[in-house]
């Protein structure tokens, strides 16, 4: 019988592998001539978006090999940044699939569950991946079980302090909208 924690971890891996398949497959959309479009992420443009997810990976990569986040800004790769994300997202999967995978991890060296930090990654990936979309002028909904898992965790991991700022205030969208609609409206994305 798995424990409590150990359910947790596994289920938050599992949710983070499917929001970062959900973002592998709006990278499909980016071609070199849209890096310059901009996002729904105010201040960024795709390019910007595509390192910003880069050093998300990279920190959750951190994560599972090392049971620390340093928050340290990796070098990017500039000239094909699809594929520096691709490849940072496999290093990434594999690394969580690892045995030895630690329980907790030190987030600027405060503890915080490995499920936890999965689950805040897997918000912000699927998020992002949607982000990547639409600069990319694609509707691409994030599949409907997966937005009911994060909009369940979303108030979780963004609080009153992070508006304006990480996220713009969340808009209001009928409570019989789609777990995409408000997942997206939650996070201040009119979808």
């Known amino acids: 019988m798995i424990d409590e924690g150990a359910a947790a971890l596994v289920s938050g891996i599992g949710l983070l592998e499917r929001a970062i398949n959900y973002m592998l497959g709006s990278l499909h959309l980016v071609t070199p001539a849209l890096l310059s479009r901009p996002t729904p992420c105010r201040d960024w443009d795709l390019r910007e978006l595509l390192a ?18 340093t928050l340290d800004a990796a070098e990017f790769a500039r000239a094909d940044p699809v594929a520096a994300v691709k490849n940072r997202a496999g290093h990434l999967l594999a690394a969580w699939s690892a045995a030895s995978v630690p329980g907790t991890v030190a987030v600027s060296g405060s503890p915080l569950t490995a499920g936890i930090l999965t689950s805040a990654g897997a918000v912000e990936v699927a ?10 002028g694609h509707h ?14 979303a108030p979780f991991f963004i609080a009153d302090h992070d508006r304006p700022g990480r996220f713009e205030p969340p808009l209001l969208v009928s409570p019989l909208a789609s777990a995409n609609d408000r997942l997206l409206a939650f996070t201040g994305r009119n979808a």
Do not use: F, I, M, N
């Not at 910003?52 to 986040?69: I, K, T």
């Not at 998020?127 to 990319?136: E, I, L, P, S």
């Open 52 to 69: 910003h997810l880069d050093d998300s990976l990279l920190a959750l990569h951190e994560a599972a090999d090392l049971g620390q986040v």
């Open 140 to 153: 691409r909904p994030l599949p409907e079980a997966l937005a009911e898992e994060l909009l369940d965790l």
């Open 127 to 136: 998020v992002h991946g949607w982000d990547v979309a639409q600069a990319c």
